[in-house]
């Protein structure tokens, strides 16, 4: 370990206080501070509380790490405070028959309070009326979402915990945000890489010669991590712009990262949607001058060969030459083969981003950059290869000597009859309980998330999905936690049309987010500062062990989800909460248990040279356990050791290789996804005869938000025009509209109509338009959504039948000037709740 990382290590332990355990009683850990400051976290990194007379009246991070700033760290009380959900709530025709409960009028039906003891029963009874007429696959627990920061209350672990206890229900698998590049990386490398450690940012600094930012927006989507950031990112790119690297950004939009590398990075943008085109151009052009690694290609890769008659033409008689790519991309064959040449002839590291993959046919674009860096030859070197995480959760920041703590797990499916609980299904022996295939199998039944609203429409249709033939349940009974569906799914109003199928749809969420208006019963839950957890800091690093300490009392009588299915399960059966609560355990119990699991293993390890306190003189002391880098990890290279040797580092591929042609993938014989990497025209773009509209429409993660999170703080003040979410539109293209900054506009196509304030700009190209995803959806009479939610807009077809992600980044639009109808209600309603709520 290095000797300044020693240490830091001692002199954090020496700080720690010795109190004596008995001295901190269990009422003492859990009380509320009414005045000073608390510390916590959240997935937008450690903060700390300023409270006066038990409220927020400040939020702010725990530690300066750059000078980059985060307005999300400063919005505590707004999320504490703002468009709350007062008490658990029914929808009125659900209330009066839930055998006949008109799901027609969801969103649209008046709502009526309830006390919490009858929601608990009335859901209990109709969860299992449902399992007992129409089967577990029936009930729906898919409940994607963003983690939860801590790792007690976990609200999709915990819903699925009841769920899989109760007899199990359909998921779903994969997510929004990576749904194509997941699935055909394995294929391609042998395992998903956009969820794994980058070469480390030490070795990018000192080795790579040019970085690449293709399609990437780090200073936005560092803001957050999946659990809590440990904000190392933003450092490293200070440092990144500091040094002598050169740096490209290919994005059709100049981003905030663009604005922020202004004048150190040089911004090349091509039509949206034809990155593959592009990087086949350059593919093309390193092979006919003879510049790329045939080693490489020959050492490390199978298929190259096979891909030679793609590339060059002769197998479908069109060369995917840089003036061919230039036809499609829009970026002259003068540019794509000096990128191409400079790519080759210096130590590049391409840091790729996801939107390129959230496109129609967005396997192939990740597919093409591994393909294009094999070529180069550079994948395993010190800053050189791909890189598809440094955007996210700190990727690159090296991981840390350390502990890390344990969580809630799902549990197994467990078997209830005559309202008593017999045990798992796994522990039932062969021919008893568990010959209930439909109990035992059902947690297996999942369809690819990006098709829900597919699979609620077409009960019984055969999809195909990675090799596999998967039938859509029918589906009666949804519950949902932690998400936003009806903003986070495209076409909104087909998703719409989906969500009024279900007979019963339980929704347990803080605000009256446009998913709880579009549910039947409502449970109010607690904001992450309203209870006690614990979490880590940075997905990648580990870099801290952080007591989250409740901040201030729960709200209007707030549950934490933990509380609410245990007491579900207490109305579900007899002898289930004992088992959901493991023996009855509170969420300090479970805290305490996941710190010790890493405290005693952290202890143990002599070579740490820390030693961490009891539980109770930690929680007392309320400061993060912080681990430092090693050497080993601070040198990191992805894919070093099997480019060492790649015969005892295979790869997880059936060749152990990086497969550049896949044979499993053209058994598959699909027809929109081929054995390797090709340009796919995609349903709608900037190219394609006979438009249906003008404009393309991308819509970016937001700067101010996390998807739809925040959307209810005082951030919104900062970035809404015309009380709307703004339309970034071209200065040229918004002269010929007559739009100017600040108007009114109307962005519409075949699948809706939204309202948007016009953000007039040079930093996009001709002919594209951006709306950042995540504005609560907020419908007229007519359907024109007030607040301007982009997926009213964006198509729902699945990216291929190989991985069926969504395909956000693939639409056109018309935009023009707002013109008033007489009587026409455009009065924002966003964050007000709905008929019969407080």
């Known amino acids: ?31 509320l501070k009414k005045n000073g400051e608390i510390l916590t976290a959240a997935r937008w990194g450690i903060l700390k509380a300023s409270v006066k007379n038990g409220k927020i009246v400040k939020s702010a991070p725990w530690k300066i790490i750059s000078k980059i700033p985060n307005t999300l760290q400063n919005t505590m009380a707004d999320l504490v405070y703002n468009t709350r959900i007062k008490a658990p709530m ?16 969801r969103g649209l039906d008046e709502w009526v309070e309830v006390k919490y003891e009858d929601a608990i029963k009335l859901v209990a009874r109709e969860l299992k009326k449902t399992r007992e007429q129409k089967g577990a696959d029936s009930v729906f627990a898919g409940s994607y979402g963003w983690q939860s920061t801590g790792n007690v209350h976990v609200s999709r672990t915990l819903l699925h915990r009841f769920m899989n206890l109760t007899g199990g229900f359909t998921g779903v698998t994969g997510d929004y945000s990576t749904g194509a590049a997941q699935v055909i990386m394995p294929h391609v490398t042998g395992s998903n890489q956009v969820y794994e450690q980058q070469t480390s940012w030490p070795v990018v600094l000192e080795n790579s010669k040019v970085v690449v930012f293709w399609g990437l927006n780090p200073i936005s989507t560092l803001r957050v991590a999946w659990t809590s950031s440990d904000e190392q990112g933003f450092k490293y790119f200070e440092q990144l712009k500091n040094s002598d690297k050169e740096i490209i950004i290919i994005d059709p939009i100049k981003t905030v990262s663009g604005k922020y590398f202004e004048g150190k990075a040089r911004w090349i943008a091509p039509r949206p949607n034809t990155d593959v085109a592009m990087m086949l151009g350059m593919a093309q052009h390193l092979y006919s001058q003879g510049k790329y690694d045939k080693e490489f ?9 096979k891909f030679v008659p793609y590339l060059t033409g002769q197998s479908d ?34 840091m790729a981003g996801w939107g390129i993959q959230r496109a129609h046919h967005g396997e192939q674009a990740h597919w093409m950059i591994v393909t294009l860096c094999a070529m180069l030859g550079q994948i395993g070197l010190a800053g050189g290869g791909f890189g598809f995480s440094y955007h996210y959760a700190n990727g690159g920041a090296p991981t840390c000597a350390g502990g890390v703590i344990g969580g809630m797990n799902a549990a197994s499916v467990g078997i209830v009859k005559d309202g008593k609980f017999l045990g798992l299904a796994q522990d039932q022996k062969q021919g008893g309980e568990a010959a209930q295939a439909w109990l035992v199998n059902t947690a297996k039944v999942a369809f690819p998330l990006a098709r829900i609203a597919d699979a609620l429409l077409n009960p019984g249709k055969t999809i195909d999905a990675n090799g596999a033939k998967i039938t859509y349940p029918k589906i ?16 909104t109003n087909t998703n719409i049309k989906a969500w009024r199928k279900p ?28 209870r006690n957890d614990i979490t880590m800091s940075g997905d990648y690093s580990n870099m801290h062990i952080i007591p989250m300490k409740q901040v201030v009392a729960k709200q209007h009588g707030a549950k934490d989800d933990y509380q609410i299915f245990t007491d579900l399960c207490k109305a579900y059966a007899d002898g289930l909460a004992e088992v959901y609560t493991d023996g009855g355990k509170t969420e300090m119990d479970w805290i305490k248990e996941f710190y010790k699991g890493a405290a005693g293993a952290v202890n143990a390890n002599t070579a740490l040279g820390i030693q961490m306190p009891s539980f109770e003189q930690w929680w007392e002391k309320n400061e ?7 050497p080993e990890s601070a040198a990191y290279v992805s894919f070093e050791d099997f480019r060492n040797d790649p015969v005892l580092e295979a790869l997880g591929t059936p060749s152990g290789l990086i497969e550049i042609y896949s044979d499993t993938i053209e058994a598959m014989n699909y027809k929109d996804c081929g054995a390797h990497p090709m340009w796919f025209e995609p349903v709608e773009w900037l190219g394609m005869k006979d438009k249906p509209a003008k404009f393309h429409l991308l819509s970016l993660h937001p700067l101010d938000r996390l998807h739809s999170q925040q959307s209810n703080t005082s951030n919104r003040k900062r970035y809404a025009i015309a009380d709307r979410e703004p339309v970034l539109i071209n200065t040229e293209d918004a002269k010929e509209l007559g739009i100017k900054q600040g108007d009114l506009v109307r962005v519409y196509n075949a699948r809706g109509e939204i309202l948007a304030g ?11 338009v951006q709306i950042f995803e995540g504005a609560w959806y907020d419908p007229n009479a007519e359907g024109l959504c007030k607040n301007g939610n982009p997926n009213v807009l964006t198509i729902d077809l699945p990216t291929s039948e190989l991985a069926n992600g969504n395909i956000a980044h693939t639409a056109l639009v018309d935009i023009e000037l707002y013109k008033h109808k007489a009587g026409e209600d455009i009065k924002l309603t966003a964050f007000m709740p709905p008929k019969g709520a407080k």
């Open 317 to 350: 008689g069109a060369a995917k030459t840089p003036e061919w790519a230039s036809e499609i991309c829009g970026i002259s064959a003068d540019v794509i083969k000096e990128l191409a040449i400079k790519f080759y002839e210096n130590r590049t590291m391409i």
């Open 624 to 630: 993060p356990t912080e681990f430092y880098e090693t």
């Open 297 to 305: 290609l020959q050492n490390y890769t199978v298929g190259f060969e």
């Open 758 to 768: 016009a953000n007039v700009s040079d930093d996009i190209m001709r002919g594209v």
């Open 476 to 491: 009666d009974f949804i519950y949902w936690v932690g998400g936003n569906p009806i903003v986070h799914h495209q076409d």
């Open 1 to 31: 370990m290095k000797r300044r990382n020693f240490l830091k290590l001692g002199a954090a332990v020496s700080a720690l206080p010795l109190i004596p355990s008995s001295m901190l009683a269990a009422d003492k850990l859990t009380a």
């Open 503 to 530: 007979r019963t749809i339980v929704v347990n969420e803080i605000y009256w987010t446009p998913t709880a208006k579009m549910a039947d019963i409502v449970f109010p839950t607690t904001t992450q500062y309203e």
């Open 90 to 105: 029914v929808r009125k025709s659900y209330l009066a028959d839930p055998d006949n409960p008109k799901p027609e009028l």
